[in-house]
């Protein structure tokens, strides 16, 4: 874990820079797990900072999610929306509206079907949530038993399935995903990485086992949080626990953006 005196030296950085990046996973980040998906809002407070920090103007802020990307926006209601990388990094939804996603084939479609049928067998298509060349099921609110016992019932299935085609199966808390290849959330760290230049002060928070991809794809370029209620290993280089530490981390950030703005303000007008 870094000390108290490395993430002072990361905001006073934060502070010197023209601009900076604040990479968020948001399900478990910035919102506490929800059984109704389309009820998972931020935690108190968390809205109206990121919305400080984007009118601010220094910090270039980034959601990488395993959701959908244009399922986001309407949850964060920030504005602009920020850019998002959805699919855990399958799709790229940038600001201006501009949405890539890489092209699925008819062999990934052939296996996501089959992965759809047999949820259905198994009686867990209820639990489905069906994404840009991906199929997740979750298994949150069921007692740890039944999580397990389903668990396996589905691999069951779908790992004859990821090992006769090119898909591959990706697990974190609470539930299986299977997904076309390529891009992960590590890969979406590297694109924003080569894009924002060496020198840039970078964060990435995230919750999930699935976001340690990016806290390693960061590495030392970067700070690394893990932001949840417990400590688990990670290569996260800080731990935060949500929602006070999150708001605390954020409210630094915006104070760090704020001493950019008037160290400017100073400098530009001159000796008096």
């Known amino acids: 874990m870094v000390n108290p005196i490395d993430v002072e030296q990361f905001m006073n950085a ?36 990121l919305q400080e920090i984007i009118d601010n103007g220094r910090t270039r802020v980034v959601m990488i999610t395993g959701r959908n990307a244009h399922e986001v926006g309407p949850l964060l209601a920030v504005h602009p929306i920020p850019e998002i990388w959805g699919c855990h990094g399958l799709e790229r939804l940038r600001p201006d509206g501009t949405h890539e996603t890489p092209k699925v084939d008819e062999s990934v479609r052939h296996a996501l079907a089959d992965a759809e049928r047999w949820l259905s067998h198994q009686g867990l298509h209820s639990r489905a949530e069906f994404k840009t060349g991906a199929l997740a099921v979750h298994l949150r609110g069921l007692d740890e038993a039944t999580a397990e016992e389903a668990r396996s019932q589905v691999l069951l299935g779908w790992r004859p ?55 390693r794809a960061l590495g030392t370029r970067g700070l690394s949080v893990l932001v949840r209620p417990e400590w688990r290993i990670t290569a996260a280089a800080l731990w935060i626990r949500p ?13 760090a953006c704020r001493e950019c703005q008037h160290r400017a303000g100073r400098e530009s007008s001159g000796p008096v």
């Not at 399900?27 to 407070?45: H, I, K, S």
């Not at 929602?243 to 104070?255: A, S």
Request: overall charge negative; hydrophobic content about 40%; glycine content about 8%.
């Open 14 to 49: 934060v502070a010197q820079s023209p601009v900076s990046a604040l990479l968020l996973d948001y399900d478990g980040t910035l919102a506490p797990f929800c059984l109704n998906r389309e009820q998972a809002l931020p935690y108190p407070g968390i809205t109206a900072l």
């Open 243 to 255: 929602p006070q530490g999150l708001r605390e981390f954020l409210t630094r950030w915006l104070q």
């Open 161 to 215: 399935i990821a090992q006769s085609t090119p898909m591959e199966l990706l697990e974190f808390d609470v539930g299986i995903e299977m997904r076309m290849p390529g891009h992960d959330k590590g890969y979406a760290i590297r694109t924003i990485l080569d894009e924002i230049g060496p020198n840039a002060p970078v964060a990435f928070l995230g919750d999930d086992v699935t976001d340690e991809q990016a806290f």
